[in-house]
């Protein structure tokens, strides 16, 4: 798979991306991600996953938390304040939330840090590194539309996971593909997905 545009740095991985897995629905993207990812060369990935979000994992797919757990290259437990992800010096290129549940949306725009994946994203943007929402909700009330709002102003991208249907998907997988696509269009990691015009 090629990478491009990603600046090499001397010393350890070019990129360290923290991703995070909420209780919504949709855990298939954070997934996606890691598993394509674990491919990658010199992109070390750092996971969070909460406790609905292992929930999730077992309502809607065929892995076990373990399994997903695996395809990271670091792993840490929700409660765990201490971990390397909840303090800025720790340097990483950003974070994705996939799926972000309403829930993670107040804390993340209402700076909670309750758990690790809300303090990791606080993190994230207090340092102005790239924060990435797959927020997942529908239909939407006032009150998601101004913690979107709100999280964007603090420098969060919001981006629900809608499929772009000009690539004529048939699967399930090749939706789920076009959207984990342009999530890691944000790092500049192109792993050959269909794009307009092409």
Not at 18 to 27: D, N, Q, R, T, W
Not at 36 to 65: F, Q, S, W, Y
Not at 97 to 115: E, H, Q, T, W, Y
């Amino acid at each position: 798979m090629p990478l491009r545009g990603l600046p090499g740095r001397g010393f350890g991985p070019d990129m360290k991306l923290v991703i995070g897995i909420s209780g919504a629905s949709g855990v298939i993207y954070g997934i996606r991600i890691l598993e394509l990812l674990r491919g990658v060369p010199d992109v070390e990935t750092h996971l969070v996953i909460t406790d609905m979000g292992k929930a999730t994992i077992g309502m809607e797919t065929d892995h076990t938390v373990a399994d997903v757990e695996a395809l990271a290259d670091c792993r840490y437990g929700v409660r765990d304040m201490a971990a390397a992800i909840s303090s800025g010096s720790f340097r990483t290129d950003g974070m994705v939330v996939a799926p972000c549940s309403v829930r993670s949306l107040s804390a993340i725009a209402r700076s909670g840090n309750d758990n690790l994946l809300t303090r990791a994203a606080d993190v994230t943007l207090k340092e102005r590194r790239r924060l990435l929402l797959l927020f997942r909700e529908t239909p939407l009330t006032e009150g998601h539309c101004r913690l979107m709002a709100d999280a964007s102003r603090m420098g969060a991208v919001l981006m629900p996971p809608l499929p772009a249907f000009y690539t004529r998907p048939r699967s399930i997988e090749e939706i789920v593909d076009q959207t984990v696509g342009r999530v890691l269009d944000f790092w500049g990691i192109d792993l050959g997905m269909p794009r307009w015009g092409a």
